[in-house]
């Protein structure tokens, strides 16, 4: 007989949950729980919510009813929703009305608890629902690492920046930064297993590293910390508000081999007007100017950014402030979400709601626009040197080729007789076809 258990982990938002989620495998690996894809195989089911958009919440809520005839056929399965989502109370009283078969529910508070709450429900099948307004942060949690070659690190928690829109520094509370050292101790030890060549730092505004410790360590001075650690990787970190991006965070990226040349910076609007009705705290000319001066001193950068459309009273003419803007910059890639009225924030009772038709037509117009602007941008690496890391060799008959990865998450497709999986290499892009491009190895 099998008496093996399994687990399978559903994760919904950002990078941060995904890294979270980690954690809660590092709970279940530690009880001796098996991953496995397949919700019917599995004795534990988690959601690990998010809420940044209703449309997150529509769709999880749907999974979650989904796991019903699961549990018909399976009685003994645990079924725990956690995260974003869940930290809301009036959200965790609906999930505990809505869906008697779910066992555990807590939030991002006490993600760290879930190993107690999964014994304590294992023991006394008791329903379990724990929403705590205090954050608790545990830094001896287990983790079992599931993302390949990158290895996730928190630099901070929560984030101060009320963003009129956001609900995240309701459902993740105030900024907490974690202690330098153990931040690099931690970095130390996932790249002396040889395993991990991809670091990313991650906080809802890493730019603020620092501001709540008493140490004086700003955010570039930790880059600069990991980036002089004595092996072979690539740092990257997300995610950065365009406020607090300084001088000396972009001399740093632009100093440092080591630091990853791929820059998110969401700006969410190009008008000023709508900007400081979402409380972002700098006009479209600060962004601009940091821009310059990014390009100026990283000459191969990749910028991305963030995007709302139909924020309250947005008109025709603060959206095509925004299409300037996208055209200005010339970003690598964007992301354009529709505005979501979050329960709670300023933005949901203001006056000036936007259709949810003129929230359509906008969005698709700013996809468009990014799809011209990126094919462009594709044409234009053409003849450039971009540092990559060797992903794995392709199954080709008769050629070597690789797959290598830019800063940026693109692929290339190189041909060359011997390379070192996992190490990086300086690659010439030489031609595009299909959308596909093609390069070099120079060293
Ligand atoms: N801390 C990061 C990420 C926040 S969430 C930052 O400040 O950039 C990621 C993105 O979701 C945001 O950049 C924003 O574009 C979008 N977003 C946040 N709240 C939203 C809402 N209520 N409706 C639509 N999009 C939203
Ligand atoms: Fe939300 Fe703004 Fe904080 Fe980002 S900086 S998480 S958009 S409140
Ligand atoms: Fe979603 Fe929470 Fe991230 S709301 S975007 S999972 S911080």
Redesign the pocket.
């Known amino acids: 007989m099998n008496n093996t258990k399994y687990y399978h982990i559903l994760t919904y938002g950002?990078q941060m949950n995904v890294h979270e989620s980690e954690k809660l495998a590092g709970f279940l690996e530690e009880r001796g729980y098996v991953e496995t894809q397949n919700q019917n195989q599995a004795d534990v089911i988690v959601f690990n919510t998010c809420c940044?958009?209703k449309s997150a919440e529509e769709k999880i809520l749907g999974n979650i009813g989904a796991v019903k005839p699961i549990k018909k056929l399976n009685p003994n399965l645990v079924v725990a929703v956690c995260g974003c989502m869940s930290q809301q109370p009036e959200m965790a009283d609906l999930i505990q009305k809505k869906f008697p078969f779910v066992n555990i529910i807590f939030g991002t508070h006490n993600l760290s608890k879930f190993g107690e709450f999964l014994d304590d429900f294992n023991l006394n099948h008791k329903r379990i629902k724990s929403i705590e307004d205090e954050v608790y942060i545990n830094e001896n949690v287990p983790m079992y690492r599931t993302s390949g070659y990158n290895g996730w690190v928190n630099i901070m928690y929560g984030?101060n920046?009320f963003?009129t829109?956001?609900?995240?520094p309701y459902v993740r509370g105030r900024e907490k930064s974690r202690d330098a050292k153990d931040i690099i101790e931690e970095v130390e030890s996932l790249l002396k297993t040889g395993k991990y060549k991809v670091i990313t730092l991650l906080g809802?505004?890493v730019n603020s590293y620092g501001n709540d410790l008493s140490n004086g360590i700003s955010f570039a001075m930790l880059l600069q910390k990991i980036a002089d650690l004595p092996y072979e990787f690539k740092l990257k970190f997300m995610?950065?508000?365009p406020k607090d991006l300084t001088d000396d965070v972009i001399d740093v990226i632009a100093n440092n081999p080591k630091i990853s040349k791929a820059i998110h910076l969401?700006v969410?609007s190009g008008s000023n007007r709508i900007l400081k009705l979402m409380n972002r705290k700098y006009t479209v000319e600060h962004y601009l100017e940091t821009i310059n001066k990014i390009k100026e001193k990283i000459p191969n950068v990749s910028l991305t950014s963030?995007?709302?459309v139909g924020f309250p009273t947005e008109t025709e003419e603060d959206f095509n402030m925004t299409c300037d803007l996208v055209k200005t910059v010339s970003y690598n890639g964007i992301?354009a979400?529709?505005?979501?009225?979050?329960q709670g924030?300023p933005?949901a009772t203001m006056d000036g709601q936007v259709s949810q038709e003129e929230k359509n037509k906008r969005v698709n117009a700013l996809l468009k626009l990014e799809k011209e602007i990126s094919l462009q941008k594709n044409n234009e690496m053409i003849g450039k040197v971009e540092n990559c890391i060797v992903e794995r060799k392709l199954d080709t008959k008769d050629l070597d080729c690789y797959i290598v990865k830019t800063d940026s998450g693109k692929t290339i497709i190189v041909q060359c007789n011997d390379l070192r999986e996992l190490s990086f290499v300086d690659v010439k892009i030489t031609k595009i076809e299909n959308n596909q491009l093609y390069g070099e190895v120079l060293n």
Do not use: E, G, K
């Open positions: 950002c940044i958009r984030c920046n963003c829109y956001c609900i995240v809802q505004n995610t950065s508000h969401p969410q963030d995007f709302i992301f979400f529709m505005y979501s009225p979050r924030t933005a």
